[in-house]
């Protein structure tokens, strides 16, 4: 089991950027297949955006792509979403999550709030 600690949420205008981190607590990052899903008030969680265990493959949910970057740093262990151009339904709050083998581990959230 991996613990995640998401952040970089916050209050932004539509048009503005933010960028999210999810920093794991294991010595084995690269081992873990991982990705975003966000949650708005009164709806289901949704998928935006994985990414492969070396980096190399990423996928968007359509509404995110060409505003939305996901990486990652195995040195610092940590995973990013660089989110621009921002829309009011972007809000929600952001989960990170890591998959190895036989288990999907989730962070607790951040909160990202986009003003029209």
């Known amino acids: 089991q991996v613990q995640l600690v998401e952040s970089g949420g916050g209050l932004v205008q539509a048009g503005g950027s933010l960028r999210l981190s999810c920093t794991a607590s294991?010595?084995?990052?690269?081992?873990?297949?991982m990705g975003w899903f966000r949650q708005a008030p009164g709806k289901d969680r949704e998928f935006v955006a994985r990414i492969s265990k070396s980096g190399g493959y990423t996928s968007y949910t359509d509404s995110v792509k060409g505003r939305f970057t996901i990486s990652r740093d195995s040195v610092q262990n940590t995973m990013y979403l660089q989110m621009n151009a921002l829309k009011p339904e972007d809000t929600a709050v952001y989960y990170c999550?890591?998959?190895?083998?036989?288990?999907?581990?989730w962070g607790r959230g951040t909160q990202v709030t986009v003003s029209s």
């Open positions: 999550y890591a998959d190895s083998r036989d288990s999907r581990d």
């Open positions: 294991t010595r084995t990052f690269s081992s873990y297949f």
